[in-house]
């Protein structure tokens, strides 16, 4: 089993900056891909980003790249994502993920974090 639990949210101001941590913890963490998920108000989960374990390999979803840097350190078994010009559209609850074989697709994600609040405001 892993837990996997989130760090870093909080309310920032449109243009500012916010970093989230995703440690996990495990007998055995071997994962694929991490990835980042958000959850806007009234609206469904979308992907954000991910990585992937063996080799650092980043991914991120066309609203967020330019902005967003997802980065990992092996060591810690934890998965940052640094945003930068956080935007109002982007307030959501963030949640960490580890799947054993996808990328984009949530569904093949098997083990989620609890979600952590992010709120941009204008």
């Known amino acids: 089993q892993v837990q996997l639990v989130e760090s870093g949210g909080g309310l920032v101001q449109a243009g500012g900056s916010l970093r989230l941590s995703c440690a996990a913890s495990?007998?055995?963490?071997?994962?694929?891909?991490m990835g980042w998920f958000r959850r806007a108000p009234g609206k469904e989960r979308l992907f954000v980003a991910a990585i992937r374990w063996r080799d650092g390999s980043p991914y991120y979803a066309d609203s967020v790249k330019g902005r967003f840097t997802i980065s990992r350190d092996n060591v810690k078994n934890t998965v940052y994502l640094q945003m930068n010009s956080l935007k109002p559209e982007d307030t959501a609850v963030y949640y960490c993920?580890?799947?054993?074989?996808?990328?984009?697709?949530?569904?093949?994600?098997?083990?989620w974090g609890q979600g952590t609040q992010v709120t941009v405001s204008s």
């Open positions: 993920a580890a799947s054993r074989n996808s990328v984009w697709n949530q569904d093949g994600y098997n083990f």
């Open positions: 495990g007998r055995t963490f071997s994962p694929y891909t």
